[in-house]
């Protein structure tokens, strides 16, 4: 899917042609074609145009020719209603002196965010620079809203663990701390970068990358302001990440010695059951022999047994409770 948008006066439209500058050009999962045409129309790279098309591809910043590629990891939910999964993804940002492309393997939450009415009106695709700090900034502002998501859905687990003695809690719970795993390493893999864009203010003589990238991304004051901003939502998310993983790990020791006792409740509790139930059992037995027995003659013999099999049930019942046995 390709789509190109600029910036009319204070509001992002989406615009017909590719020629121009101060564009948007927006590609999920794009066909050959799409990249094909882009790469024509902007002189950009075909390889940087791909590079996020590779799921394991890292975060990165690399530049050539008068551009810059940045790949960084954006969250996503996984799985048909994403209740207890979740992933990351790379995301591709191009840049060079007339446009922004950014390029993902499918549809996410950042594109989305991007695109929602209170983040559209303070793009400006013609100030690249900003536009890249704004979609740094809510990809880790979309990383804590997720990690927040994974903190209450830990919670209401752990309510449920309280009671239960079947492991879907418990697998729901490793899910969790396998994203929780995933959002860690992402999260660091990003800093990488960010640290990389603060030190390309300080070029140094011969250092051709750093170069490259300051004149393509020129930063002003509040650029730089925007750029601490991201960095500071990337360590808040990074401990975050890092605490709750800490905490899911030992929910999870916990809640599996809990989920073992539970289990034992009910086996000692069907045991109990068992011995109760055989107690009648036996009398009955007695009775069904074919020999001769007290009281077999009495019309009262078979309520006789029944009575008798009732005050064996409730002392056994007493007996058993009054010593934590059931």
Not at 29 to 35: G, L
Not at 45 to 54: G, I, M, Q, R
Not at 63 to 84: A, H, K
Request: hydrophobic share 45%.
């Amino acid at each position: 899917m390709l789509k190109i948008y600029q910036t009319i006066g204070d509001e992002l439209h989406e615009v017909e042609s590719i020629a121009g500058k101060g564009l948007w050009i927006e590609l999920i999962n794009p066909t050959e074609s799409e990249i094909r045409q882009v790469a024509e129309a902007t002189n950009l790279l075909p390889e940087f145009l791909k590079a996020a098309l590779d799921e394991e591809e890292r975060p990165r910043i690399e530049t050539d020719e008068g551009q810059v590629l940045i790949v960084i990891n954006i969250p996503f939910s996984r799985g048909d209603n994403g209740e207890y999964n979740y992933d990351t993804m790379p995301l591709g940002i191009v840049i060079n002196d007339n446009v922004v492309v950014t390029v993902c393997l499918r549809d996410n939450p950042l594109s989305a965010e991007l695109h929602s009415l209170r983040v559209a009106r303070s793009i400006h695709t013609q100030k690249k620079t900003r536009f890249l700090l704004q979609i740094l900034f809510y990809n880790a502002a979309l990383f804590l809203k997720y990690l927040r998501l994974i903190d209450r859905k830990s919670n209401e687990i752990e309510r449920v663990l309280h009671g239960s003695t079947k492991n879907e809690e418990l697998i729901r719970l490793l899910n969790l701390g396998k994203s929780l795993t995933y959002f860690t390493t992402s999260l660091r893999s990003n800093e990488i970068v960010l640290e990389k864009l603060l030190k390309s203010k300080l070029v140094k003589v011969g250092d051709e990358d750093a170069q490259v990238t300051s004149r393509i991304l020129k930063m002003y004051e509040e650029d730089e302001d925007l750029l601490e901003d991201v960095i500071t939502e990337n360590k808040q998310a990074i401990e975050m990440a890092e605490v709750y993983s800490s905490i899911l790990a030992g929910t999870m020791d916990a809640f599996a010695t809990i989920i073992s006792n539970n289990q034992n409740t009910v086996m000692k509790f069907l045991a109990s059951v068992t011995i109760i139930m055989a107690l009648p059992t036996m009398v009955a037995s007695f009775y069904g022999m074919n020999v001769a027995l007290p009281f077999q003659r009495s019309p009262f013999a078979f309520l006789g047994t029944l009575v008798f099999s009732g005050l064996l049930v409730a002392g056994a019942t007493y007996m058993m409770r009054k010593r934590k046995m059931m």
